[in-house]
């Protein structure tokens, strides 16, 4: 008798429970500039389970593409630049991808309220 209790208290919860259901995440970013002495800021927006991440241009999601979300940092690749964000610390790191001798520049980010007006992801 108890299997069977235990079972269908098994069945109810599985019958009632939804799917995982992914939260978006913003983050506010800024960095310097260091050749051209000019402070960036922008918001991106990351989601863990469907491991994708979009960078907010002019009221419109732009979506990273080669993505990698681990519980320790988040590296994506946009048309002008290579992001990775260390989730531990916040520490930014960008790579410039056009016009550029190389290097990397660093910023942080932190955590948001989705900015006004923003597109859900």
Known sequence: MRW?????LAATIAALSGPAM??????GCKYVDTRRGV?????????????VAYLLD??????????????QAL????????????RNDGALAITP?????????TGDCRRI??????PSP
């Open 97 to 105: 991808l056009e016009g550029t001798a190389g290097g990397i520049l």
């Open 22 to 27: 992914a939260q978006a995440r913003w983050l």
């Open 4 to 8: 069977l209790g235990l079972t269908a």
């Open 58 to 71: 002019v009221g419109r999601l732009v979506e990273g593409s080669q993505t990698s979300i681990t519980y």
């Open 75 to 86: 590296r994506t690749r946009f048309p002008a630049f290579l992001l990775t964000y260390n």
């Open 39 to 51: 402070t960036h800021q922008f918001a991106m927006v990351f989601d863990d389970l469907r491991n």
């Open 113 to 118: 309220a989705p900015p006004p007006g923003a």
